[in-house]
C-alpha cells in the first residue's frame, strides 16, 4: 500500500461510523439538489503545511466535496480568489511570506462585495485575542488544531449551507426584481396605449387618416437623433410625441370641425387643448407620461415668444416641444386636409425653413434640413419610410430661402 493511501485509510479509520450521516443522498428530491449543490462548492484551503492540506483534501474529498483548490503560498491567495471567488475558505493563520490577518486583509474588499464568503481560520493558536481580531477582519468561525474531523465536516458544511442560502436568496430577489420591473413597465405600457387610444379618438375627429399622430412620433424621433439626444430620450420622444393633441378630446365638434375662420373666443377654446391635454397626462409617475405631459403643453409655443399657451420664448420651451413643434407642423402641410390639399416635401421643407428663428428653433429647422438633404440618402430614406414618398426632393428652392 503507498505512503498516501496509507494515510488515507488511517483517515477512514479515524472517521466514526456515522460522522457523514446526513451528509449524504437525501430522500426528497429538493433535498437532493441543495445536496449536489452543496457538494459541488468551490473550497479553497490555504496552509503552508502540504500535510495540512492533504488531511483536508482526504476528509473532505470522502465526504463527497470534488471541487477543491490548494495552495502552500499565501500569496497567491488574492488573486486565486479574483480570478473565480470561492465558496469557503479554509485559511491557516500562521504561514512564511504573509500571515492569515494579511490574507484577511487583502480579502476585504472581495468579502465586502461577495454575497456571503465564509472563512474558516484554522489554526493551533486560538486565544480569544486571536479570535477576536480574525473574526473583526472577516473570518466566520474557527478549526482548532489538530483537527476534530467530524467537527470540521460539521463546520464546513454549516457554512456552506450559510453561503448556499445567501447566493438563493440573492437569486430569488433578483428574479422578484425582474418581475417588478416586467410588471411596471406592462403598467406603464397599458397606460400609454390608453392614452394613446385617447389620441386617436380625439385625432379621428379631424384627421380622416388617422396616421398623424404617428408620423409626428416618427419624425420627432428621427429630428431628435439628428439632434444627438440619448437613444433612450429619442425612443422616449417617439412614443410621447403622439400624444401632443390628446387634449382635443374636450374640444367641442362645433370647434374643432368648423369649416371656416374661428373667431377669437373660438381660437382661444382651441388653444386650451394644449393645457387640457397636459392636465389628462398630469400626475403621471413615468418618464414617459412626464414628456408626453411637457409635450402636449408645449407644442404651440414659439421660438420668438408668440406662441401659447405661456408665451414662452427660445429655450425657455423645453426642447420636446420645440422639436414635436417642427414636426406637427411639416406633417400637417405634406398632408391633406379638408380645407387643404397635401404640400409636396420641398414645399412643405420651405415653409419650416422660412420659420427658422421665428416659429421654430433654428437647430431643429436645421436637423430637418440635414435629414432632406440630398447629400444625406440615409435621412432622405428615413422621411420617405415615414411619409411613403417617392418625389424626388429639390432643395434648390430652400436653399434659395435661406
Ligand atoms: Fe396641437
Not at 52 to 58: A, E, K, S
Request: aromatic share 4%; net charge negative; with cysteine.
Amino acid at each position: 500500500m503507498s505512503k498516501e493511501r496509507e494515510s488515507d485509510q488511517r483517515v477512514r479509520d479515524r472517521l466514526p461510523e456515522n460522522c457523514l450521516e446526513g451528509l449524504e443522498g437525501r430522500e426528497n428530491p429538493e433535498e437532493k439538489v441543495d445536496e449536489i449543490r452543496l457538494k459541488a462548492s468551490r473550497i479553497l484551503i490555504v496552509d503552508d503545511q502540504p500535510a495540512n492540506i492533504g488531511l483536508l483534501q482526504r476528509v473532505l474529498t470522502r465526504a463527497g466535496f470534488q471541487n477543491l483548490q490548494t495552495t502552500t503560498d499565501p500569496r497567491e491567495v488574492a488573486s486565486l480568489v479574483d480570478q473565480e471567488v470561492p465558496d469557503l475558505i479554509l485559511l491557516d493563520l500562521w504561514m512564511p511570506h504573509m500571515d492569515g490577518f494579511q490574507v484577511l486583509d487583502s480579502l476585504a474588499p472581495i468579502i465586502t462585495a461577495a454575497v456571503y464568503l465564509p472563512i474558516l481560520v484554522v489554526s493551533a493558536d486560538m486565544t480569544p485575542e486571536t479570535k477576536a481580531r480574525a473574526l473583526s477582519q472577516g473570518a466566520k468561525d474557527f478549526l482548532h488544531k489538530p483537527f476534530d474531523l467530524v467537527e470540521v465536516l460539521l463546520r464546513i458544511r454549516n457554512l456552506l449551507e450559510t453561503r448556499h442560502l445567501y447566493l438563493e436568496l440573492q437569486r430569488q430577489n433578483e428574479i422578484l426584481e425582474a418581475r417588478v420591473r416586467e410588471r411596471t413597465k406592462e403598467l406603464e405600457e397599458a397606460q400609454i396605449e390608453v392614452i394613446d387610444r385617447l389620441a386617436r379618438a380625439a385625432e379621428y375627429r379631424d384627421h380622416s387618416t388617422g396616421q398623424h399622430t404617428r408620423r409626428v412620433g416618427e419624425l420627432s424621433a428621427l429630428l431628435a437623433s439628428v439632434l444627438e439626444l440619448p437613444r433612450e430620450e429619442v425612443e422616449l420622444i417617439r412614443k410621447a410625441a403622439p400624444l401632443h393633441d390628446v387634449g382635443k378630446i374636450s374640444i367641442s365638434d362645433a370647434i374643432l370641425l368648423k369649416p371656416g375662420r374661428l373667431s377669437p373666443d373660438e381660437l382661444e377654446l382651441n388653444r386650451a387643448h394644449t393645457t387640457l391635454g397636459a392636465e389628462l397626462l398630469s400626475g403621471g409617475r413615468f418618464p414617459l407620461l412626464k414628456m408626453a405631459e411637457e409635450i402636449a403643453l408645449t407644442h404651440h409655443e414659439r421660438w420668438d415668444g408668440k406662441g401659447y399657451p405661456r408665451g414662452l420664448a427660445g429655450e425657455e420651451i423645453p426642447l420636446t416641444g420645440r422639436i414635436v413643434a417642427v414636426a406637427d407642423v411639416f406633417d400637417a402641410l405634406v398632408d391633406e386636409r379638408p380645407y387643404k390639399r397635401a404640400w409636396t416635401l420641398e414645399e412643405a421643407v420651405a415653409e419650416i425653413a422660412k420659420q427658422r428663428e421665428k416659429q421654430f428653433d433654428p437647430a431643429v429647422v436645421d436637423a430637418l434640413l440635414y435629414l432632406v438633404d440630398t447629400e444625406n440618402p440615409k435621412g432622405r430614406a428615413m422621411i420617405r419610410e415615414i411619409y411613403d414618398l417617392d418625389e424626388v426632393y429639390d432643395p434648390e428652392g430652400i436653399h434659395a430661402i435661406r
